[in-house]
């Protein structure tokens, strides 16, 4: 059984800011420390045939030096000597390696952008990975009242990122596979690292990758959907009001919007999910949305299905009139 030794005397120290639990699209990194300037992690990620793959991680001094060292799903260790080390930025390489050859961490305010990498001839190729910490998107929310627009995340604006995202949005909009729809996320989340999403078109074609995606994804795409929608781009006001009900619904609180409907249990008649009651319809008019009971009698006459018709157009006359699913 293979032992590290550290050394006693001042040795190269894995950087701090790595330290924490990370999250991306499949995947998930968790670190410890760091303790005697060594981090201990764990990685996890979702094969395409829903299957899992593991790693066990570690960051420290090995023969006076910084090293990543992986053990993949009880393979053979690897060790990646660190080439670069700022409060920023961490680079670990190993060109002997088949793939991959080079690690690299960044440091951006709160997202970790991980680039995983080889050599192809003269090229390196690979992929990367936004992680933000965990449960900090999708988390919680403490009100069914929808949050203010916030800005994109933008530094700078770069057409080949806003080219891409648009011709993946473009693609998604065919309805691809779910392997196609994980390589569109990839896309967004590479633009929301980069801080590439600049403008209302980028926010819409980001949000439309996102929201096929885990809670995480969702709630970001709901945020980049209000901003396309509050910056005059009127196809992102709708999905901005119903992911923002998804996002309700997937933690058990009631939609705002009224936007998800379900099926009564045993039954083949259309209910829609509780409604928050202080989502009012001025309220919902004000945002652009329509009272809720002509909002539920036009989709479900969209969708062929017939629903009773309450003569008063409130929470309680849709609840007692069968509108309004048991919880």
Same mark, same amino acid.
């Given at each position: 059984?293979?032992?590290?030794?550290?050394?006693?005397?001042?040795?190269?120290?894995?950087?701090?800011?790595?330290? &924490?639990?990370?999250?991306?699209?499949?995947?998930?990194?968790?670190?410890?420390?760091?303790?005697?300037?060594?981090?201990?992690?764990?990685?996890?990620?979702?094969?395409?045939?829903?299957?899992?793959?593991?790693?066990?991680?570690?960051?420290?001094?090995?023969?006076?030096?910084?090293?990543?060292?992986?053990?993949?799903?009880?393979?053979?260790?690897?060790?990646?000597?660190?080439?670069?080390?700022?409060?920023?930025?961490?680079?670990?390489?190993?060109?002997?390696?088949?793939?991959?050859?080079?690690?690299?961490?960044?440091?951006?305010?709160?997202?970790?952008?991980?680039?995983?990498?080889?050599?192809? &001839?003269?090229?390196?190729?690979?992929?990367?990975?936004?992680?933000?910490?965990?449960?900090?998107?999708?988390?919680?929310?403490?009100?069914?009242?929808?949050?203010?627009?916030?800005?994109?995340?933008?530094?700078?604006?770069?057409?080949?990122?806003?080219?891409?995202?648009?011709?993946?949005?473009?693609?998604?909009?065919?309805?691809?596979?779910?392997?196609?729809?994980?390589?569109?996320?990839?896309?967004?989340?590479?633009?929301?690292?980069?801080?590439?999403?600049?403008?209302?078109?980028?926010?819409?074609?980001?949000?439309?990758?996102?929201?096929?995606?885990?809670?995480?994804?969702?709630?970001?795409?709901?945020?980049?959907?209000?901003?396309?929608?509050?910056?005059?781009?009127?196809?992102?006001?709708?999905?901005?009001?119903?992911?923002?009900?998804?996002?309700?619904?997937?933690?058990?609180?009631?939609?705002?919007?009224?936007?998800?409907?379900?099926?009564?249990?045993?039954?083949?008649?259309?209910?829609?999910?509780?409604?928050?009651?202080?989502?009012?319809?001025?309220?919902?008019?004000?945002?652009?949305?329509?009272?809720?009971?002509?909002?539920?009698?036009?989709?479900?006459?969209?969708?062929?299905?017939?629903?009773?018709?309450?003569?008063?157009?409130?929470?309680?006359?849709?609840?007692?009139?069968?509108?309004?699913?048991?919880?």
């Amino acid at each position: 059984m293979l032992v590290l030794v550290l050394a006693a005397v001042a040795a190269p120290e894995a950087p701090a800011w790595m330290a &924490g639990c990370w999250e991306a699209d499949g995947f998930s990194e968790t670190w410890l420390g760091p303790v005697g300037g060594v981090l201990s992690g764990a990685a996890l990620s979702r094969n395409r045939d829903g299957s899992a793959s593991w790693e066990h991680l570690w960051v420290g001094p090995i023969d006076g030096q910084l090293a990543y060292v992986a053990t993949p799903s009880g393979q053979e260790r690897t060790v990646f000597p660190a080439t670069e080390v700022t409060d920023a930025r961490a680079v670990f390489e190993n060109p002997e390696h088949d793939f991959p050859q080079r690690i690299t961490y960044e440091n951006r305010d709160d997202v970790r952008a991980v680039r995983v990498e080889a050599r192809d &001839g003269d090229e390196w190729r690979g992929f990367d990975l936004a992680f933000r910490a965990c449960g900090t998107l999708g988390e919680p929310v403490t009100s069914g009242r929808p949050p203010e627009p916030a800005e994109p995340p933008c530094d700078a604006p770069d057409p080949e990122i806003a080219s891409a995202l648009a011709t993946a949005a473009a693609s998604d909009r065919a309805e691809p596979s779910d392997a196609a729809r994980r390589l569109h996320r990839a896309i967004a989340h590479v633009a929301v690292a980069e801080r590439r999403v600049c403008s209302a078109d980028d926010a819409l074609n980001a949000a439309q990758l996102l929201q096929h995606g885990p809670p995480a994804d969702l709630r970001l795409a709901h945020d980049l959907f209000a901003h396309a929608c509050a910056s005059g781009v009127a196809e992102a006001c709708p999905l901005q009001r119903e992911t923002w009900d998804r996002v309700l619904v997937g933690q058990g609180r009631p939609q705002w919007y009224g936007t998800q409907w379900s099926v009564k249990p045993g039954t083949t008649e259309a209910c829609a999910i509780a409604v928050d009651p202080e989502a009012t319809d001025a309220l919902r008019v004000a945002a652009g949305h329509a009272p809720l009971e002509a909002f539920v009698v036009a989709t479900w006459a969209k969708h062929g299905v017939a629903s009773p018709k309450p003569k008063q157009r409130t929470l309680a006359a849709l609840a007692k009139a069968g509108w309004v699913c048991e919880p």
